[in-house]
């Protein structure tokens, strides 16, 4: 049996890893979009199920107004003594000069939860994790932010003590790290294996030259020795590779005594080289022999597609990280949990089930440039061939009025399918481009619509474009427009670096302030 990658597609960056009572979990970042902390499972890596969220209460987290690919950054999943132990950045602003990132941990008898309110740890850098070291002791560490004039702002690698009993750092601190030459050092995490301490980081940031470092001490605090071939893994050699961006990573070792790597990687489309299902997670075996440094079981250490599986037993299920896709048709009472919010939690305030038995009523609120209160729904989308439909009721009084059908990424970069009100007081539908902050509107597409009745609203990506269709009867598909640029959803669109990834919804807009609402009878995404 053979591990395909990505094994978690689409939107599922810096994954950390860890086993518990025989079974591996993945946690990934989820920047804006909540709940936050996305939980995946498995027992043989090669079958993944999603196992739900970390942070599911504003008391845990709060979001509103933070940056867009701010928010959760790099988690780390951990477990000892019966508990499971997560640690986050909550980066709030990230742009400039200044980073302001807060550390916090949270604690589970299980991954399914419920997860504690958060202990704050420190703001002192971002990629914070945590070591449980076989005398009992816990370690905590983070990448060092230092943001003065002529300084690396990659500081380092902090190192303290955490005092689980008095939830506080104490001792002393000390930069056990700096880097290599490859620089932007960050992602720590630390293993203990034959006596030595083993500090995985990654450098080189987080687009093509990203990669994983490992270094090695007898001592915790080190000094630490870099590996003699380092990196351990990445694709910035060679950019012929179908896994592309290999980096930020974390190690597992299975009950048969072999090794993985999880990290995070990108697909990007070709010639135009962007990634618009993001940043992704990746499975790689490693060779580790006693007293020896880590390798590629493969012999390289450029990423493989396909990865020999360690042959244990798997779930009962068939793994639902390659297809989470299917129809939502909002008759039961809670939101299917592959549908995620931006910066706001979901609430009966905006979102609701049982409004209107057998849909989803959302009630528009703020712009789609909104940092603070959008009334937006989305599913990640995991596959570069994606059809996402819906249908909805919708009856604008106005042109500050909108719902309908969004390809997004985040505020400055969307494709939306919506429906609103013309100067005449007619119902239409057409189509809003955010293309790297410019608003596009495309006034030879707006299309009347009846007076009354539900429309049917349709988008069908493939690879770099995006199609857009509307209809007024079930499956009968009238086209909008031309194709338009999918690569306007992807990390790379008119940014230095991105994080996220793309995502297909429903979202109502008011700008009035009146909060009128559009009710959706389903939602489908789908392979095309």
Known sequence: MKIINPVLPGFHPDPSICKAEGEFFIASSTFQWLPGVRFHRSK???????????????????????????????????????????????????????????????????????????????????????????????????????????????????????????????????????????????????????????????????????????????NIDGPYEVMPHNPLCTSRYNDTLELQRAGHGSLVETENGQWYLAHLCGRPVMPKRKCILGRETALQALHWPKDSWPSLAHGSNEPAVEVKAPGLSPFPFSSDSKNSYGMDDFTTSTLNPEFNSLRDHVDKSWLSLDARPGFLRITGRESLYSKHHQSLVARRITNLNTGASCSTEFYPETFSQMAGLIFYYDTTNHHYLRITKNSSGERTVGIITCDGGEHREYPDYETVLPKEGEIFLKGVMTGSTLQFYYGTIKEQWIKLGTPLDATVISDENKAEVKFTGAFAGMCVQDLKGTRLFADFDWFLIETV
Not at 52 to 65: F, H, M, P, V
Not at 66 to 95: H, K, R
Not at 133 to 146: K, Q, S, T, V
Request: hydrophobic share 40%; net charge negative.
């Open 44 to 218: 043989d890596l090669v079958n993944w199920k999603m196992a739900g969220y970390a942070l599911t209460r504003k008391s845990q987290l709060d979001l509103i107004g933070v940056e867009d690919n701010a928010g959760v950054w790099a988690p780390c999943l951990s477990y000892s003594n019966g508990i499971f132990f997560l640690i986050f950045t909550n980066v709030i602003a990230w742009t400039g000069a200044y980073k302001d990132a807060h550390n916090y941990l949270v604690t589970s008898n299980s991954i399914e939860g419920s997860w504690s309110e958060p202990v704050y740890i420190n703001s002192s850098g971002f990629d914070p994790s945590l070591f449980h070291d076989d005398d009992g002791r816990m370690w905590f560490l983070n990448m060092l932010w230092d943001h003065r004039m002529g300084q690396n702002p990659f500081g380092g690698i902090l190192l303290q003590e955490y005092d689980f009993e008095k939830k506080q750092l104490i001792g002393s601190v000390k930069n056990i790290f700096k880097g290599t030459e490859l620089g932007l050092v960050e992602g720590p995490h630390l293993y203990k294996k034959d006596g030595w301490y083993y500090l995985l980081t990654a450098e080189g940031g987080t687009s093509w030259n990203h990669a994983a470092t490992i270094a090695r001490s007898k």
